[in-house]
Every structure is written in C-alpha cells, then in structure tokens.
C-alpha cells in the first residue's frame, strides 16, 4: 500500500486534521484514553521570495507547523484537561523555537481554568517528531516524565500538585531515525508510518504492508493513503521540496561567504605582516648605512 510520506509538514497536518486519527496517535503516545480533542492550531509562515527558474509573481510560503490541543484524558486519577503541545523538527536548530513556544503555552492566560473561585493552570504535555537523533540515545521514542522525590531519603511522591503541574510539564520524543525496524509493541508498530527506510522512488511515497498494523490503527494508514491520492496534497510536497531546496542553497552561500571572509582577513594579516617585515627590512638597511 502507498502512503503519503508524514514527514512533510503537509501530510502531517492533514493527517491531524482527522479528529479519530489525531485521538488515536496522541493517545498511544502519550499512553493514555483521549476521551476529547479540541485542536487549537498555530502556524508560523515565513515568506521565500521565487528563485530565477520560478515565476516572479509567485511567493513560496514556508509552514513552520506546530498543533495545540485542549484535550481531556482519563487518568488512574479520573478525568484531566491539558494543553497537549505536538512540534515536527527537521534540525537542532529548532531547539530555541521549541523553547519560545513553550514560553508562549505557560505565559498563555487562555490556559487555565476557573475552581472554586480560583484561577488553576492546564498541565503541559509536549510531543516532539525529530527529523534527527539525540547523540547516543537509542530507543526510537522517549518518555520524560517527572519525578517528585524527597531530597534526602529519594522518596518518591506519586500525589499530583497544583504547584507542580503547573511549572512543569511531560514530554515524549519521537526519533524518527530511530524508527528502523523497531516493531517492539504497539506504539513502535503505528509509528513505523514515518519509518523513511519504507520510501519509494518518490521521497513523497511510502510503500507499507496494511497487514503489518493492527485493526485498530488501520484508520490512520487509510488516512495517509488518502493523502498519497490528494493532487493538492501531492502539490504541497512539490512546494515544500523546493522551498527546502532554496533554504539549503541560502546556507551554501552564506557558509561560501563566511569561508570568503575569513580568507580575505587571512589575506588582509598576511599583507599587514609582509609590510612589517619590510618595514624592518628597511629600518636595518637604513640602520647599516648609517654605521
């Protein structure tokens, strides 16, 4: 079977725009009954002016996706509203964004809710897909989650605090690289869609066997089989192809043009020091001539 690849930006949000599919990916991630989702979603577009071989009245919009939930889980503790918090990065770079996004959900005043005449913060929870791995850490998905323990004897507390579910939060890191033939539960199974060692000819296209996920999960491929037949899904990859394509040519020169630099400084020492050489050269000429 044939599905569109959800690495890219589109696939994913339109595989997330299905309310059953983004339930049943979260809730397997997360390990918990999403018992409601309400998206809540944020893009970010940064403008890339059309190279030469593009038309010049046409503008490429580059997505930077990110997707907020206000979701409602089941937990051993009874029913929890929280912020759920999903980002995709293709670099390390994407740290410091990731950081003032965060900053953005915790300073949010629409993130809390009224109890008993109170004002009480929505926990956290974030989900990172990394488009690369984290130094030497195998496992292809990560739990962090938090632990209050007593300094001294390392007790732990299980009990669930305002004051701590408010300042802190869990997050679950997905290392897409990390996916390859890793079919170990579950989870591990429905995350095998972003396994990129199942791409076709086309980077676009994925080639999965439907028999290899459970019924349950069927939902999801047929949702990104769908999308492998949208034209306007198919076209967007286009786009996204090229807009990185012109982002990695911009590094390239930027990189060739500090390399540039830097020689002309090193060519710029290198005169200054050849004029002191010759400035000392002619000081002890003039030096002799006046023995």
């Known amino acids: 079977m044939y599905i569109a690849n959800p690495i890219y930006d589109v696939v994913f949000k339109y595989l997330m725009e299905d309310s059953q599919v983004a339930k049943l990916l979260i809730g397997k991630i997360i390990g918990k009954e999403i018992l409601d989702l309400q998206p809540r ?13 593009i038309p010049v009245d046409v503008h490429r919009n580059f997505t930077v ?10 937990t051993p503790e009874g029913k929890l509203k ?46 990172y897909f990394l488009g690369y791995s984290i130094s030497d ?48 539960n579950e989870l591990e199974i429905l995350l095998s869609v972003f396994d990129q060692d199942t791409i076709s000819k086309d980077n676009h296209i994925l080639n999965v066997r439907e028999e290899d996920f459970p019924k349950k999960h069927r939902p999801l491929i047929r949702r990104l089989q769908n999308a492998a037949q949208t034209e306007e899904v198919r076209q967007a990859m286009d786009i996204e192809d090229e ?22 400084d090193k060519t710029i020492e290198e005169k200054d020091k050849t004029i002191e050489e010759k400035d000392r050269i002619i000081a002890d000429l003039m030096k002799k001539l006046q023995e």
């Open 41 to 53: 979603p944020q893009e970010i577009s940064v403008t890339i002016e059309a190279q030469s071989n």
């Open 65 to 74: 996706y990110r997707l907020d939930y206000s979701a409602l889980i089941q």
């Open 82 to 127: 929280v912020i759920i918090e999903i980002q995709k990065a293709k670099l390390i770079t994407d740290i410091m964004r990731f950081r003032h996004y965060l900053g953005e959900q915790y300073s949010n005043k629409e993130n809390y809710y009224e109890m008993e005449g109170k004002k009480k913060a929505l926990p956290i929870i974030s989900i």
């Open 137 to 184: 850490i195998p496992g292809p998905v990560l739990d962090i989650r938090r632990v209050c323990t007593d300094r001294t004897t390392n007790e732990i507390y299980p009990i669930k605090d305002e004051f701590i579910e408010g300042l802190t939060h869990d997050s679950y890191i997905i290392q897409i690289n990390r996916l390859k033939e890793k079919r170990r």
């Open 243 to 264: 807009i990185l394509g012109e982002l990695a040519d911009l590094e390239r020169k930027i990189e060739e043009i500090g390399k540039t630099v830097v020689e002309k």
